[in-house]
């Protein structure tokens, strides 16, 4: 017979209140939702699976970050852009709420070593600029990768560029 001990019910309480965490999802559902090319003003435009991750948001919708691969496209796209977001749900970057949908994103970063903050931009799939903020630099990050989201305990997801980031609400 199975003993239930006496912090069973403390934590199916705690469960209860737990905050709706953003959750990465790796193997087959990550594989069948990056899209080969991303189309971004009138360009189909390589993703980049080795820098790419797909997550739960806190309310169970998905959204899916990636870098994509300008190279080869024209100087105005090289600037501009980095990344890609398709999300299925609403999330907050930059302090603003993000709808459903797909959209760009450019990232300036100082030097690196320098301890300054970077530009996050986003745009819609048009080239229009929906939003933008700093981005600060985490020293303290042990080793970063060129894309990583990391969920924290509060609920939030960190999206990083490097040793830079931009808090997901």
Same mark, same amino acid.
């Given at each position: 017979?199975? /003993? @239930? +001990?006496?912090?069973?019910? @403390?934590?199916? *309480?705690?469960?209860?209140?737990?905050?709706? &965490?953003? &959750?990465?999802? #790796?193997?087959?559902?990550?594989?069948?939702? =990056?899209?080969?090319?991303?189309?971004?003003?009138? !360009?189909?435009?390589?993703?980049?699976?080795?820098?790419? #991750?797909?997550?739960? =948001?806190? %309310?169970?919708?998905?959204?899916?970050? %990636?870098?994509?691969?300008?190279?080869?496209? +024209?100087? !105005?796209? &090289?600037?501009?852009? *980095?990344?890609?977001?398709?999300?299925?749900?609403?999330?907050?970057?930059?302090? &603003?709420? *993000?709808?459903?949908? +797909?959209?760009?994103?450019?990232? %300036?970063?100082?030097? $690196?070593?320098?301890?300054?903050?970077? /530009?996050? %931009?986003?745009? !819609?799939?048009?080239? $229009?600029? =929906?939003?933008?903020?700093? #981005?600060?630099?985490?020293?303290? @990050?042990?080793?970063?990768?060129?894309? !990583? @989201?990391?969920?924290?305990?509060?609920?939030?997801?960190?999206?990083?560029?490097?040793?830079?980031?931009?808090?997901?609400?």
């Amino acid at each position: 017979m199975r /003993k @239930l +001990s006496f912090f069973t019910p @403390l934590l199916a *309480v705690a469960g209860l209140f737990a905050q709706p &965490q953003f &959750q990465v999802i #790796t193997g087959k559902p990550f594989d069948s939702a =990056l899209p080969r090319d991303f189309y971004l003003e009138g !360009n189909a435009i390589p993703t980049a699976k080795l820098n790419a #991750t797909l997550v739960h =948001l806190p %309310s169970g919708e998905r959204a899916l970050f %990636s870098l994509i691969d300008t190279t080869g496209y +024209s100087t !105005n796209i &090289q600037t501009k852009y *980095v990344g890609m977001i398709i999300t299925e749900g609403d999330t907050s970057i930059c302090g &603003q709420k *993000v709808s459903a949908g +797909s959209y760009g994103f450019g990232w %300036s970063r100082p030097a $690196s070593g320098v301890d300054q903050a970077g /530009k996050f %931009s986003l745009y !819609n799939q048009a080239g $229009s600029k =929906l939003a933008e903020c700093p #981005t600060p630099r985490d020293a303290a @990050l042990k080793q970063p990768k060129p894309l !990583n @989201l990391i969920p924290r305990p509060d609920g939030t997801a960190r999206l990083y560029y490097g040793r830079h980031y931009i808090e997901l609400r």
